[in-house]
């Protein structure tokens, strides 16, 4: 939520920042901004909406500055507006700060500002944050890094803040808490990030800064304090990330980009993990933490959006194949409701980015009562992973999508393996089963693509026909129940149409009453032990001339009685068939959203990287 960019070196700021903001306009789109040191003064330049709009407006000024910072809006206070726009100035106009989070004791701080004859120009909690420094640094006189430092001790909330000050043309100063923040290290030159994506094409040393660290970054210099003003000696690690991953590759849109990467990053996350010759799973992070699964009387699974749905999908599978209780919260209600945590609860905390704020901080309170974090991550070195006690990366690579799709069936790829290895180490699952099992799993990448090649022109005219529809009902049995609720999700998301995911049992118990001739009512209907009874549900259905859609099994022949909508997926076994299912639901919406005219990649008011309460 909201992108941050900076710039130090020997070239040009402006563009370097630019290109950093297009990268990470993913976080959020309400406005953006850059603050550029031209040697005299500090100049500022930002518009309301995309990045595009901030680069028309800045054409012919001046942008002859070798230092500069950026910022990408996700509005917390204040509308989106120019006038709410990062950076802001400080009420002497000589420091400028971007700011990625939420002060929450905003308003005490504006008060006693106010009472000293402070003024604001934005609604926004950042500007308090920034004259709140200029305050203390007028007051004590002393240097901007002092008073940031001074600040920040007194600061409830989530930040990184990027500063540029009038009398310090070489210098940038940055500090975090509870928001990402790397440092990219070039030639002569740092830059700045939420993520590395703004510095891939520069350099592939990165410093991922920590809570509570403050950085003061120079062209050729990088000093790390925290905020007790001791020198920390930054740990340089080596970046793992090709360009052509952050790039669209031909693609219309990056969501549909990475739909059709599924193949490969469902096989990457079994990668070295599922060895089929010898029949056999390697989970390093499960190893790490094999006495406490073990011993676990039961297993919490904590997510947010789409992660909770694959939460929700793990729940059922462990507790069929492993035979421990499983819960699955929502981060955010997990957080707040006093949970009773043990020493004997092992936490499965899921998340694409590994910086949703209501994830890491229901887990950093679970980690003081005790429990144990394995972290389900994609994000390589983000807040969650280093927070965790063990874990497995998803190796699904940069998910810019707002809507995740790519990072979801990676995270089940990579649960399956967790729910099989756990499962071979309690010795609750048959042989046969087993090897059945981890057989369909292997194959899952080649159904998934039978699925892109066979599939996706069917899914576009189904697309076609119910576009203009205005609700829509998603149902599904047991294990495609949480796959009802995902494809309800990705279609509200991107096409903004209301939509609804169901157990299809409990239909009758309420939102049968919605059905009439206008409404699609899309069902997840594979072949499973349940299948008679979601048929007979599709019966209810069309009995009162409900629109039927279906995925189906390939094979099947009593869905197309009820319905010639079929989204077809291979028939697997139906532990594994979600995986499968979730696919033409991805496709679906996303053409939805196609033939809707929207931006099914930055949806809006949505943003990816959801870093605040
Ligand atoms: C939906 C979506 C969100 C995220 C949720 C959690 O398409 O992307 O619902 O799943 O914000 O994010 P992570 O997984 O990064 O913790």
Request: aromatic share 8%; glycine share 8%; with cysteine.
């Amino acid at each position: 939520m909201c992108g941050i960019v900076g710039y130090i070196g020997t070239d040009l700021a402006y563009p370097v920042l630019l290109d950093g903001l297009k990268k990470l306009e993913y976080r959020g789109y309400d406005s953006a901004g850059v603050a550029l040191h031209l040697g005299d003064k500090v100049a500022v330049y930002k518009k309301e909406g995309k990045v595009s709009n901030l680069e028309n407006f800045v054409q012919g000024k001046n942008v002859q500055s070798l230092v500069g910072i950026g910022h990408t809006r996700w509005a917390t206070h204040g509308e989106p507006s120019d006038r709410n726009a990062h950076p802001h100035y400080s009420n002497s106009g000589n420091i400028a700060m971007i700011h990625n989070g939420i002060i929450e004791n905003y308003a005490q701080l504006k008060e006693e500002l106010v009472q000293k004859g402070y003024t604001f120009q934005s609604d926004t909690d950042s500007e308090v944050l920034l004259n709140f420094i200029e305050d203390i640094k007028i007051n004590n006189a002393c240097t901007l890094e002092e008073a940031v430092r001074v600040a920040l001790k007194r600061i409830v909330g989530a930040y990184v803040i990027l500063l540029l000050d009038k009398d310090l043309p070489d210098t940038i100063i940055a500090a975090r808490k509870g928001s990402p923040l790397v440092i990219g290290i070039g030639k002569g030159a740092h830059y700045l990030g939420s993520d590395a994506s703004p510095m891939l094409a520069y350099t592939k040393e990165v410093v991922y800064i920590n809570d509570y660290e403050l950085a003061i970054v120079k062209a050729d210099e990088l000093i790390l304090k925290n905020l007790g003003n001791e020198t920390l000696t930054p740990f340089v690690q080596q970046l793992d990330l090709e360009l052509a991953a952050i790039e669209k590759n031909g693609f219309d849109h990056f969501m549909l980009k990475e739909i059709y990467e599924q193949p490969k990053t469902i096989f990457d996350a079994m990668r070295g993990r599922l060895d089929m010759q010898q029949q056999t799973i390697t989970l390093s992070g499960i190893d790490k933490i094999a006495d406490k699964l073990l011993a676990a009387n039961r297993i919490i699974i904590v997510a947010c959006g789409t992660s909770w749905h694959a939460g929700l999908l793990a729940e059922y599978v462990i507790e069929e194949l492993c035979r421990v209780n499983v819960e699955v919260e929502y981060a955010s209600e997990f957080r707040y409701r006093n949970p009773i945590i043990t020493d004997k609860d092992v936490i499965i905390a899921i998340s694409q980015s590994g910086e949703t704020a209501d994830t890491l901080v229901a887990l950093e309170n679970a980690k003081q009562q005790g429990a144990t974090i394995f972290g389900l991550v994609n994000v390589v070195g983000s807040s969650i992973a280093r927070l965790s006690h063990a874990g497995a990366y998803t190796h699904a690579g940069p998910e810019i999508g707002v809507a995740s799709t790519k990072a979801f069936t990676a995270q089940l790829a990579v649960l399956y393996l967790f729910a099989l290895k756990l499962a071979t180490l309690k010795n609750t699952i048959s042989q046969e089963r087993y090897h059945r099992l981890i057989n369909d799993l292997a194959e899952v990448p080649t159904h998934v693509q039978w699925i892109l090649d066979t599939q996706d022109e069917a899914i576009k005219a189904i697309a076609e026909k119910y576009k203009d529809a205005r609700d829509f009902l998603y149902l599904g049995r047991g294990y495609n129940f949480p796959i009802a609720l995902e494809g309800a999700l990705k279609l509200k998301e991107i096409s903004y149409i209301h939509a609804e995911g169901y157990p299809a049992a409990e239909m009758k118990h309420g939102p049968i009453a919605l059905v009439d001739e206008e409404l699609p009512v899309v069902f997840v209907a594979t072949k499973d032990s349940y299948h008679d009874k979601i048929v007979s549900n599709m019966q209810e259905i069309k009995a009162r001339k409900g629109r039927l859609v279906a995925v189906a099994s390939t094979g099947e022949k009593t869905l197309a009685d009820l319905t010639s909508d079929l989204l077809y997926v291979p028939l697997v076994d139906e532990v594994i068939a979600p995986i499968l299912s979730v696919v033409p639901l991805q496709l679906l919406s996303y053409h939805i959203g196609v033939l809707r005219g929207l931006d099914v990649d930055k949806p809006r008011n949505l943003a990816k990287s959801v870093t605040v309460e």
